[in-house]
């Protein structure tokens, strides 16, 4: 499927599945570097500072991470790694967020 997209969209935009805690893209590839969705899935907090520093290494001008969070269900909970705000507030992130029901999605925005 990544092969399809990439022919479609040549030189456009590309997408790549890499390990995030060590891509093979030089410093500074990218204005921007923005992950969408993943950060709950990860296996420990410890892992989650290792794609920030290398998110931050990629990229010129900042970095977005849009995370998922639904803090009042034991489910979500169990099955998804919950990371705080004190979590992100290490790093100087601005939040924001968006209310869906009970689930939001905070958007945490680092411009260098």
Do not use: W
């Amino acid at each position: 499927m990544i092969k399809m997209f990439n022919k479609i969209n040549k030189d456009k935009i590309g997408i790549v599945c890499e390990d995030t805690t060590n891509i093979f893209f030089p410093d500074n590839s990218f204005d921007y570097v923005i992950s969408h969705s993943v950060f709950h899935y990860f296996p420990n907090l410890e892992y989650s500072d290792k794609v920030i520093k290398e998110m931050m290494r990629i990229a010129k001008k900042g970095i977005g991470i849009y995370y998922v969070r639904n803090e009042d269900s034991k489910t979500f909970q169990k099955q998804h790694l919950i990371h705080t705000d004190e979590f992100f507030n290490k790093y100087n992130f601005t939040k924001s967020f968006m209310d869906m029901d009970k689930d939001y999605i905070c958007h945490y925005s680092l411009i260098f």
